[in-house]
């Protein structure tokens, strides 16, 4: 059978009898983080009819509400569709379902905007369509072919815009599994496939199976436009697009980032990448003498460590601002084998970097203690032991450590 939401996809709420209710749980992931699973228990309610699409064809299922309880999740089960909900429903009772008209608007504009674009680019340019996916913020069509040139994707846009103002209708035919036409139209079927056949025509245009929910006319989709091309599968490539009230927010979003631009950059949108690109040369020119700076300075600090009457045989220094070549150069500098030299740069009471160098017997010994006391890692070798730390607070107990260090190796003597 097909469901009421089929039928009529711009249906927006209506009654039914609920036919079964049994207890059941759903698998959730956490938005942006698939380790952050949660399992709901709840029930799966079967309805007479449905006005709530459950996941199929590439489009993710709807949302919506029985009887003002929220309906987490739509699948489809053979011919039936079970609703997930954390309430129980009586079976045989009457229940008033509706629809989150949103969501299902904007599904209804990418599936029909996927099937124009499916049939132009194969018409203008034998370009196939082998897969497609409605994603949360845009859409993708996977075509088999390992290259789209520009200029076709140009004529595929400007294509599929002119068919929406031409105000092409879009039907919905279901014919029967045994039905000539069938054959006729060389469809295939799933191996689940369960009722009528669902057959899906822009006039003029395409005519293809599916299960989804589609606009009446293409003049519904208001707008598409054509993202640009990403690198797919092996020989394929995917054509990314926006459908509807999609592209509404994309040139929202768009028009607010140009706003913030033009009063960043103080320039017209035209010259923004051209401010851009200058901020970009004049940041790398100031890197590149912060580098000579930075190893100007460690030179100096090296001599003056190296130097110093009382440096005596631990040698400490902290300094804010540094990196790991700023603290080897130091090293390479001073170059006292029989003195231990404790270097870090970054917040003195939070992370940053650390090294130990000196003999490479104490260095090996000391290194993983080291690390361990300012809670962090690192790796050594040849008299250097090196890496990153979260508690460079405790400073003063590696600086008594190595002083121990070298109380005992004098007593040994």
């Known amino acids: 059978m097909s469901f009421r939401c089929q039928q009529d996809s711009y249906a927006r709420e209506f009654c039914t009898t609920v036919l079964s209710c049994r207890p059941a749980e759903l698998q959730t992931v956490?938005?942006?983080?698939?380790?952050?699973?949660?399992?709901?228990?709840?029930?799966?309610?079967?309805?007479?009819?449905?006005?709530?699409?459950?996941?199929?064809?590439?489009?993710p299922d709807d949302r919506g509400s029985i009887d003002n309880i929220p309906v987490l999740r739509v699948t489809r089960r053979g011919a039936e569709a079970e609703h997930f909900l954390l309430t129980p429903l009586a079976p045989g009772s009457q229940v008033q379902v509706q629809l989150d008209w949103d969501r299902r608007f904007d599904h209804m504009q990418q599936h029909s905007g996927q099937h124009l674009i499916t049939a132009v680019a194969d018409h203008l340019f034998g370009l196939k369509t082998t897969s497609w996916e409605l994603g949360r913020f845009r859409s993708t069509i996977e075509l088999d072919s390992p290259m789209v040139l520009p200029e076709q994707v140009v004529a595929i846009e400007q294509s599929v815009n002119e068919k929406i103002r031409d105000r092409l209708p879009v039907t919905v035919t279901e014919l029967s599994p045994d039905d000539p036409e069938v054959k006729v139209k060389a469809l295939r079927l799933p191996d689940d496939h369960v009722g009528p056949i669902r057959v899906i025509t822009i006039e003029g245009v395409d005519s293809n199976m599916c299960c989804g929910t589609h606009v009446r006319n293409l003049s519904d989709l208001q707008v598409i436009k054509i993202l640009g091309t990403e690198k797919g599968k092996k020989n394929k490539t995917n054509l990314v697009f926006l459908a509807g009230n999609r592209v509404l927010k994309w040139m929202e979003r768009s028009h607010g980032a140009e706003k913030a631009l033009t009063a960043l950059l103080?320039?017209?949108?035209?010259?923004?990448?051209?401010?851009?690109?200058?901020?970009?040369?004049?940041?790398?020119?100031?890197?590149?003498?912060?580098?000579?700076?930075?190893?100007?300075?460690?030179?100096?600090?090296?001599?003056?460590?190296?130097?110093?009457?009382?440096?005596?045989?631990?040698?400490?220094?902290?300094?804010?601002?540094?990196?790991?070549?700023?603290?080897?150069?130091?090293?390479?500098?001073?170059?006292?084998?029989?003195?231990?030299?404790?270097?870090?740069?970054?917040?003195?009471?939070?992370?940053?970097?650390?090294?130990?160098?000196?003999?490479?017997?104490?260095?090996?010994?000391?290194?993983?203690?080291?690390?361990?006391?300012?809670?962090?890692?690192?790796?050594?070798?040849?008299?250097?032991?090196?890496?990153?730390?979260?508690?460079?607070?405790?400073?003063?107990?590696?600086?008594?450590?190595?002083?121990?260090?070298?109380?005992?190796?004098?007593?040994?003597?």
């Open 266 to 413: 103080k320039c017209g949108v035209e010259e923004h990448a051209e401010a851009v690109q200058k901020l970009q040369n004049s940041a790398k020119l100031l890197q590149k003498n912060n580098v000579n700076l930075l190893r100007d300075l460690a030179i100096l600090t090296a001599h003056s460590l190296r130097d110093s009457p009382d440096r005596g045989g631990v040698i400490v220094l902290h300094r804010k601002d540094g990196d790991s070549e700023f603290m080897n150069i130091i090293a390479n500098e001073i170059g006292i084998e029989d003195t231990l030299l404790f270097l870090t740069v970054g917040d003195e009471k939070g992370a940053g970097l650390f090294l130990l160098a000196g003999p490479v017997e104490a260095v090996d010994m000391l290194g993983p203690r080291v690390a361990e006391l300012l809670q962090g890692k690192g790796a050594g070798k040849k008299g250097r032991f090196q890496g990153k730390a979260t508690k460079l607070s405790r400073r003063a107990e590696v600086q008594a450590l190595l002083q121990d260090y070298l109380i005992s190796q004098s007593a040994e003597e």
């Open 30 to 59: 956490g938005k942006g983080d698939s380790k952050n699973q949660e399992k709901l228990s709840g029930y799966h309610v079967v309805l007479e009819d449905t006005l709530l699409f459950p996941e199929g064809g590439g489009q």
